[in-house]
């Protein structure tokens, strides 16, 4: 399980790393840009959990409303 997540981790940096320089998202009322998203994620493991499990919830939710549709 732990070399999955290192892995998943790998993978979201990866998609990270190929966002267009202008690249921002919001979390609350801080507003991130890719640069600042990148360090935060290599430094932080408590961003970088947050960054896994917003990713793990969006794949599963579509995964589910994608099973319903047919």
Known sequence: ???DLKELEKIILSY???RPPGFKWVKGFEVY???KTIEL???SEEF????IEQ???LATDLFIR???EK
Do not use: N, T
């Not at 970088?48 to 960054?51: D, E, N």
């Open 33 to 35: 840009d890719k640069q």
């Open 48 to 51: 970088r959990k947050y960054i």
């Open 55 to 57: 990713v793990l919830k």
């Open 1 to 3: 399980m732990m070399s």
């Open 16 to 18: 990270l790393e190929s």
């Open 41 to 43: 994620f290599k430094k």
């Open 66 to 68: 994608g099973k319903g």
